[in-house]
């Protein structure tokens, strides 16, 4: 029994062990195969990964490749635009040029036309075309001026409709804002504001007034005034242009002189330099002294000669010219423009670039500078000094030309026309020099004489003495056959020396025989010249009245304050066509230097002349 019971126990035993090795078996395979279906998934995930990958690259090479196209493309687009823009410009620079060849060969022609008929225009026909062309040019400006005036207007109406609208604006945020919040907000505003006028007031009150701001108001005031100046000149110059009642004139005149003092003080107080304003303050200086002595002429009981009314005529119509050229300026000034710049002396302010422009066309005033005492003759109906010569042809006219300048090597000499200078018909040349420097000169028809040259070549350097360029200036007159004139004034300016000539006859000084020399310090040779009041006015039949009172009795007319230094016999110009005999005085006082006329047969004073130091040179005024 005991045996059976083993047995079965062992067999029992063995089944179980069997049966526990059965199950490690179904174990063992069971994790195996899971492993290897993990195994399995990793890697068709990580071939999933793959592909994906893959793709991405393809996408982003095929995406590479298209920009790359693209870039191409745009390259290629950009090439034919710049080629064809370049074709273009060429195109358009070629059309330019070709217009231009025409434009210039038709004002070739148009020069070439107008100089053959210029050849054969009378005196006459000559009057009448630059009157013409006057009205012409002044409808012109009159035109851009009220089509300035306009603009300013409307420009003006567009501000005050934007001020209404403004306006309006407010008043309607102020009724939706009433109530407490609105009120609390105007005293918040208002105490604001009193606190920021307080530190202003505070501010003006504690520190002094900048100069330059100072001096933004002088200049803006000095410009205001002299265009308002300008004007009252214009009005009572052509009122003077019809009265013909004496007291009347006087009391006209009497206007003008003190318009043109005050437009004198005007513009000598803008910062210009004075170059800028040379030609422009003379010109005012002369209506004025012109007004004087016109007065004078009626408080001695004589009258108006039709020569004073056309001189009178002269001045107005220039008088005008500037007038209109200092409204459209004055109007194409806007409120924001700063008079400060003026101190800066630059070209494109417009101001100063109107009065270079002034300056420039100054066509009216003499050709050189004003340097001296009787720099400025009255009209000259007839030059006296060409009566009986004989008339020169244009060759004739070349072949002096030519005689006069034979040091200064002329060649390419060209006759551009025939001119008037101050009453004396001319042959106008043009030529060059060495270098192709342009020399201009105008020879007289009759009797081939030398009225005006210039010489437009640079003098840069101070290397001639002042000795040495009056014995050139000399020698220059000597060839033109001028010797009986004595130099009477001279002045230095940008290394030029300016020599004023005058004749001398029976040992007296003759300012009506006035001659004008440019002289380079560089080379030492004559730069320009001004004869034509020598010959208008230089005659052999001159009669000289002899003196009613010595010099010592002239003396005593003279301030006690001046200081005489030196005196001589001395005939000026005064008025038209009329010379007085008189004593020169030259003298100074309170550091300045003053020259006297004193009447040689009345005593009266005559002339009155001041030597103003400027940064071009020393004037007479």
């Not at 437009?456 to 020698?475: G, L, Y």
């Amino acid at each position: 029994m005991n045996e059976i019971k083993n047995n079965a126990i062992e067999k029992t035993e063995n089944v179980t062990k069997e049966s526990g090795k059965s199950t490690k078996n179904q174990n063992r395979k069971r994790q195996a195969k899971q492993k290897q279906l993990k195994r399995e998934r990793l890697a068709e995930a990580r071939n999933e990964r793959k592909h994906q990958l893959k793709l991405k690259k393809q996408e982003l090479r095929a995406q590479k490749e298209k920009q790359k196209q693209a870039r191409l493309e745009a390259r290629r687009l950009e090439k034919e635009r710049r080629l064809k823009k370049h074709q273009a410009n060429l195109a358009e620079k070629k059309a330019k040029r070709q217009e231009l060849q025409a434009y210039k060969l038709k004002k070739r022609e148009e020069r070439l036309k107008r100089r053959e008929l210029l050849k054969h225009e009378t005196k006459t026909q000559r009057n009448e075309r630059i009157a013409r062309e006057r009205a012409q040019k002044l409808e012109m400006r009159r035109q851009k001026l009220e089509d300035k005036k306009a603009r300013r207007l409307e420009l003006i109406k567009e501000r005050e409709q934007k001020r209404l609208l403004r306006s309006q604006e407010r008043r309607e945020k102020r009724k939706n804002n009433k109530g407490v919040g609105g009120w609390l907000a105007a005293v918040i505003s208002l105490g604001v504001t009193v606190l920021v006028l307080a530190g202003m007031l505070t501010f003006t009150l504690f520190t002094p007034m900048d100069d330059l701001m100072m001096s933004s108001a002088v200049q803006e005031k000095s410009f205001y005034d002299l265009v308002g100046y300008v004007d009252n000149l214009d009005v009572n110059l052509s009122k003077l242009t019809l009265s013909s009642d004496s007291e009347d004139q006087q009391k006209i005149l009497g206007d003008v002189r003190v318009q043109s003092n005050l437009a004198t003080n005007s513009i000598s107080t803008l910062a210009l330099p004075d170059e800028d304003k040379f030609y422009t303050t003379k010109f005012i200086n002369q209506v004025g002294d012109f007004a004087k002595y016109l007065n004078e002429k009626l408080i001695d009981g004589k009258s108006l000669t039709k020569e004073d009314k056309e001189t009178l005529n002269s001045m107005y119509q220039i008088n005008n010219e500037l007038k209109m050229e200092l409204s459209m300026l004055a109007s194409s000034l806007d409120e924001n423009f700063d008079f400060r710049s003026l101190y800066e002396n630059k070209q494109d302010n417009l101001i100063i670039s109107k009065f270079v422009e002034l300056e420039s066309n100054a066509t009216n005033y003499p050709h050189m500078i004003y340097d001296g005492a009787f720099s400025e003759n009255a009209n000259v109906k007839q030059a006296k000094a060409l009566e009986g010569l004989k008339e020169f042809s244009k060759t004739e006219a070349e072949k002096q030309l030519k005689q006069y300048f034979k040091n200064y090597n002329v060649k390419d000499i060209e006759l551009v026309g025939e001119v008037t200078g101050t009453n004396v018909e001319c042959y106008e040349f043009n030529c060059k020099t060495e270098g192709d420097v342009n020399l201009t000169a105008e020879i007289s028809k009759v009797g081939g004489k030398l009225l005006l040259f210039n010489h437009f070549k640079d003098c840069k350097e101070d290397k001639v003495s002042v000795q040495d360029c009056q014995k050139s200036a000399e020698e220059f007159l000597a060839n033109l056959g001028i010797t009986n004139v004595r130099s009477v004034w001279n002045t230095t300016s940008n290394n030029t020396v300016t020599f004023n000539y005058a004749s001398v006859v029976d040992g007296i000084i003759c300012y009506s025989d006035l001659i004008k020399v440019n002289v380079c310090k560089e080379r030492g040779t004559v730069s320009a010249i001004e004869t034509s009041a020598y010959y208008l006015n230089n005659t052999n039949a001159r009669k000289i009245q002899k003196p009613q009172i010595s010099e010592e009795e002239a003396s005593k007319k003279l301030s006690k304050d001046i200081s005489i230094e030196s005196s001589r016999l001395a005939i000026i110009p005064v008025g038209n066509n009329s010379e007085v005999l008189t004593y020169e005085f030259i003298g100074s006082y309170e550091n300045s230097t003053y020259y006297v006329y004193i009447d040689a047969v009345t005593g009266k004073e005559v002339k009155i002349y001041k030597v103003v130091n400027t940064t071009s040179g020393s004037l007479v005024m």
